[in-house]
Structures are given as C-alpha cells and as structure tokens.
C-alpha cells in the first residue's frame, strides 16, 4: 500500500521544516535592525545574502554575520566600499559582541544607539562626523573601542566612569577638542591610548595612575608637564603639544606620591626646596591675611558706603551670570575659588571668609601684592555685578496693575499657583506668578523666596523668558515676568481660534530648536546643572517673532513638594515618585512636546479611542515608518514639509522618548541633530514669519 510511505514522506518533510525554523530562524529584533542598516547603506547590493526586508541572516549566510543558535552575534563589514550610514535600529543587537564597519566610506553622525553589549567596535577610517555618542557610557563589557581617522568633533562628554574593562581607545586623527574628562581616571584596564592629531587641551595629569602600555599624544595643544608616572611607559609619543619648560612644580601639601618610581628632587638639595617652598607658602599666606586686615579697614570708609549705596541700585540692573571658569582671572575669586564654591555667588556685606582657608588656597598668585584699594575695588565691582538684576515691586503697585488681580487679568493657572496680567499706565505689560503660600516651609518664606529671586535671576538665554520683577509683602510672593502677545505653543496647536493661522513646518522645527537651546542652557550651560521639571507646551511661550521662550524654571523644588505630575503624557515612566526626576526625565519631556509639534496632538487625549489616548504609546511604533508617519503628521500641515525632515525629525523624537533614561541622549546631542536637520534641509527660519501669526489681543 502506498499509505505508509506517504505518511513517511510528509513525516520527514515535517521535520525538515521545524527543524529549520527551530534552529535556524534569526531573531526578529535582529533582522529588523540589519533591514534598516541594509536600506542605510548606499552600496549595500554587493552584500552577498542581505536583503532589505525579512530573511533569514543566521541560516542563510549573510555576507560579514556571525551567528550563535538564532541571535547574530558577529559583524565583520570592514573595507567593503561601503557608503551612506548604519541605520537606528543598532540598540536591537542584544547579542552583538563583535562590532567592525572599518575602512569604509560611512558619513554623517555614529548613531546614538549602538549594539549594548558590544565588546569590540571599530569604526575607524570612515568619514563620520559629529560628536562621540554617549551611549558608549553604558557599556560595561567593552574592551576594544577605536574611532581613529574619522572627523569626529567637540569635546568628550564625560562618559568612561563606567569602562572598567576597556583595553584599547582609539581617538586619533579627528578634529576632537577640549580637556580630557575626568572620568578618564577610572579606565583602570587601558593599557593602550591614541589621542594624536586632534586638538585636545588641558593637561594629561588625568591620566598619571592609568596601566598604559602604549600612549600618543602628539599633536595636540596639550599644556604643563608630562607627569613623571607616565615617563616610564616603553612606548610613549608626546611631541607637538605645548609643553612647559623647565622642572614642573611639586605636588600640592599633602598629595601622595608614589614610591615605585624615583623623585627628581632626590639628593643633597631636596631639603633646601622644602624649607624655601614652604616659607614661600607662609609669606604668601601674611600677605593674604594683610590684604584682609586692610581690606576690612576700608570698607568702612565713606568710598565703600558709596559702593554699597550702588550696589542697592543695582538691584534695577540686568545681570549676566558669571560661570565658575570665568572669574579665574579675577583676584577675589581666584582666592576663593576653593572655599565651598563661593567663587561662583554673590558678595554682600554679610560674606564671611574663613582666614585658615584662604591661607589654604592653592589660588593665591603674585598679583596679591596689590594695594588695598585696589584689592577692595576688584571685590567691590564683583559685588556690583553679581546683584538681583530682577527689580522690585510693591503689592500696591501689582494690585493697580492687576485690577486687584482680577479674574479678567487671569492668564492661566498651574500646580504652584495662578498667573495674571499687569498692565502699567506707560504701556508696560508683565507676566505675575502669584506662589500659593502653602508651598513655602514653615517660618522660611521670605528667606527661601529671596533664594528663588536670586537663582531665577541670573539666568539669561535668547530662549529663555526671564525674571524682570518680584513681589514679597504681606504673605504675598510673586514672580513678575515678560508677557508674551502670542501666548504658548500649547495654544497654539491645540486652542486655535479666528486669529491664529496653522504652524508651518519651519517655525515648528525653530520651536524646537530654540526650545532645545534652552534646556541645553539649563543643563549644561549652568553650574550646577538646573533641571527643570516642568517642560510642557504651555509652558513654552512665544515672542511676536515666534521664537520660543521657556518658562517656569527654577521652580523644581515646589514642583517636588506638590508631589504633581507634569500632567497626562509628560512625565517620563520611572518618575513614579518625583525624587526619581533627572535630567534625562527633562528630555523626555521635551520629547513629547516635539511629537505634539510633529502630530498637532496632545499629550493624552481622552476624547480619542483608548489605544490612541496616550501619545507617546500610540505614536512611538509608528515614529520610522515612513507611511505610517506621514498619516500622523498634523493635518494642519496639510502636506507642507519635507519628507526627510520629517523622517529626521522622528528619529530624534524616538530616542528623546525612550522608556530606559539611560539610552536618552543628553540634550546638546538634541540640539546638534536639530542643528543638521535644518542645516541637510537648507530651511530659511525667517522665511515663515507670515505665514503663522497671532493678532494682538485688545486692552482689558
């Protein structure tokens, strides 16, 4: 009969089939992430096996892929010709520990995901440009990392602390500039170091107690002394840089130096420096101490009491904020700079400094022997600029300007309090928080809102809208900001009324970027960083020009004490508790109000089908695929806008809004990306002036 063998034959056919997709089937995550990099490489055809959608890579052989069961674990593409760029879905190679794309003809930016659990990556010899992702600081298993000759730009972001395994780093021959960051320090397995031909500065004492086998630093605008622990590497390149001349100084008092290599200083003359270093150390602490003793003399002089006079009126003045690095020239603060940061703070007639540590500063320079006059003119002038640029107003005048704080003056209300308009007899029109009261700690009001007003007030960017005035009477604490006629972009994309036209896509992309700019400035442009915690797009308000000007900054600290959202669809998912709030929980948030520029839609919409309710979920999926985004763009665009730059666009919303923090990108990465998309689009941002505008709203 033929019965059996049929059944024989469909039983081995069976088998034939499940063993192949048992055994050979790769991973979807995998295929998808080499379908992306296939359709970004320009020359990708000459891959043998790959395809550009689907495909088996693991059984079927592709061209430079390693497989182990179902996961790709190898990729191995290195002098193929290859051009174009390596696509967004890197992150999916969980299994990746082989990374090599060397000597190819890749362009534009290393993307910010790479695979996480990379041990070997090479890039080298390709055309990438951008800075070095900071991704790479999430992978603590990589041991070989070379991105030499490239044309790789700006500083290093401080990203090695958590390298511990990492032998061999490879910069060289890009155009990277910048203090080599002090997380350098903790390579504690690098044996190998290439920096040459870049344009490093700084010095390279991080680098004293690395196990460096092998060190180039040539060519570079490194300056001081080679440290002696690196004198003794058998194969080390350091011409080219601006060293010192001369014998370098000795080691602060105190410092450790290490006994395994000999002192310079060994011999008959050692003692004689010691004792002539520390008699230098004790005259320049008396001269310290006289300036002071003269300094106090004078200050109560008629001269200074001028000087404080003025500085009361310079309450009235603008201020721009003096960073740390800035003052390093001036006397006082180089004096101070060591003493608890009180280099970076405001003098007034209640400083006090503590003698023993000024005679411990390490800042103390040969321009001491400066009169006292001159002494005290330099502290008085630092005390003049550093004042509350924000002036101050009285109750009485805010409740004329207000109507008494009308409900026709109300502007909007929030989580810390309600916000109205004033309008002054001589045409003048501000913006007034009025703090709820509750929100201050018991008994410390008035002193923890003078810290706010001098926080607040020093902050000072194009995009940023800032403090001009402030209130603190009778229990009543108010904050007194520009008014802007073309109120917030949460208006109008989602309030649109008779008297606005549609964004265009231009002013939305210059939204962005402005507003990016503004978080850059609080997160890395302000020491310390200052994180927001509330970006929204109400609280992104615009100018007459439509450029955008962020709000309610510095203000964290009542945002945690209301223990409040951000509101439906802001808040990135591990801020359950608010103490979870970090600065990449600011970049999530910024993400979603650039989805609500990119889709017209807001954050969470109960009005909308459950699935579609929450933004970020609903869109998120869609964000690379080019037909399904071109569906969600806002209508109101009505198909205006360049098909890349919205495609760009969505990449940067796709990695802002990504549920791990630590796979966000810090925001200069943001505001670079947004840079070139504008930049690769050839967008003229003046252009649409015309075509989005707001009517002035009529007198009350």
């Known amino acids: 009969m033929m019965y059996p063998k049929f059944v024989g034959f469909f039983l081995i056919v069976s088998l034939n089939i499940l063993t192949t997709l048992v055994h050979s089937k790769t991973n979807s995550p995998d295929v998808s992430a080499l379908n992306v990099m296939y359709t970004s490489l320009n020359s990708a055809s000459q891959l043998n096996g790959w395809q550009s959608s689907g495909g088996d890579p693991c059984s079927d052989s592709w061209e430079g892929i390693t497989c182990s069961g179902s996961s790709v674990t190898e990729i191995r593409l ?29 362009e534009n930016d290393i993307p910010y995901q790479l695979p996480p659990n990379v041990v070997h990556i090479d890039l080298s010899k390709n055309g990438f440009s951008g800075s070095v992702p900071y991704s790479i600081s999430q992978m603590t298993d990589l041991e070989y990392l070379d991105l030499g000759h490239n044309q790789l730009k700006g500083q290093l972001s401080d990203m090695f602390g958590k390298l511990p395994k990492l032998k061999l780093l490879d910069l060289s021959s890009n155009q990277l500039s910048g203090n080599l960051p002090p997380s350098f320090a903790s390579l504690s397995s690098l044996t190998t170091l290439n920096l040459e031909n870049n344009q490093f500065s700084g010095t390279i004492n991080v680098l004293s107690d690395l196990p460096l086998d092998e060190l180039n630093v040539e060519n570079n605008k490194f300056t001081g002394w080679v440290p002696d622990e690196l004198k003794d590497i058998d194969n080390i390149q350091i011409g080219g840089n601006n060293w010192s001349s001369g014998r370098a100084p000795p080691p602060p008092p105190g410092a450790k130096r290490r006994t395994d290599r000999p002192s310079e200083n060994a011999g008959g003359n050692s003692s004689v420096n010691g004792i002539a270093i520390v008699l230098g150390i004790i005259g320049s602490s008396v001269v310290v101490a006289l300036l002071l003793l003269l300094f106090a003399k004078k200050r109560s002089s008629p001269s200074l009491h001028f000087l404080d006079d003025e500085e009361r009126k310079s309450e009235r003045r603008s201020f721009t904020p003096i960073a740390s690095r800035e003052l390093s020239n001036d006397l006082c603060a180089d004096i101070v700079r060591d003493f608890k940061g009180l280099g970076t703070k405001s003098f007034n007639s209640s400083t006090s400094i503590d003698m023993k540590a000024l005679q411990r500063s390490s800042s103390i320079r040969p321009s001491l022997s400066l009169s006292d006059n001159e002494f005290a003119s330099r502290l008085n002038s630092k005390r003049i600029s550093t004042s509350i640029g924000a002036a101050s107003h009285t109750l009485a005048d805010l409740q004329t300007a207000t109507a008494n704080f009308a409900t026709g003056r109300l502007l909007g209300e929030g989580s810390i309090g309600r916000v109205y308009k004033a309008k002054y007899t001589d045409g003048k029109v501000l913006a007034v928080k009025k703090i709820d009261s509750s929100l201050f700690r018991s008994g410390g009001c008035t002193e923890e809102f003078s810290e706010i007003v001098t926080k607040i007030s020093r902050v000072h960017h194009p995009n940023i809208a800032e403090l001009v005035g402030y209130c603190s009477e009778q229990g009543h604490n108010m904050l007194m900001y520009e008014y802007f006629r073309n109120g917030s972009l949460h208006e109008f994309l989602h309030l649109s009324d008779d008297f606005s036209k549609p964004l265009t896509w231009n002013t939305r992309v210059r939204i962005a970027l402005g507003s990016a700019r503004a978080v850059e400035y609080l997160h890395e442009g302000c020491s310390p960083p200052v994180i927001h915690k509330n970006i929204k797009s109400s609280n992104i308000l615009l100018d007459t020009e439509l450029n955008p000007r962020l709000s309610d900054y510095g203000l964290a600290n009542f945002h945690l004490r209301t223990s409040q959202n951000l509101g439906e669809g802001y808040n ?35 009005n909308k089908p459950k699935s579609e309710q929450c933004l970020v979920r609903w869109a998120t999926p869609q964000l690379h695929d080019i037909d399904a985004l071109s569906r969600m763009v806002d209508p109101a665009l009505c198909g205006l806008y360049p098909p890349k730059a919205l495609s760009r666009f969505a990449n940067i919303i796709a990695l802002c809004v990504q549920t791990e923090p630590e796979f966000r990108p810090p925001v200069s990465e943001v505001v670079q990306s947004l840079v070139r998309l504008v ?6 941002m003046k252009d649409d002036l015309s075509a989005s505008c707001r009517t002035e709203d009529s007198d009350y």
């Open 78 to 106: 290195s002098g193929l010709g290859l051009t174009g760029s390596m696509g967004y879905q890197l992150s999916n190679l969980k299994s990746v520990t082989y990374f090599d794309l060397s000597k190819n003809n890749l």
């Open 572 to 606: 990135a998912p591990e801020c359950i508790k608010s103490v979870t709030y970090t600065l990449k929980s600011d970049i999530y948030s910024f993400g979603v109000v650039m989805l609500e520029l990119l889709t017209g839609r807001m954050p969470f919409d109960s």
């Open 679 to 684: 930049q690769r689009s050839g967008m003229n």
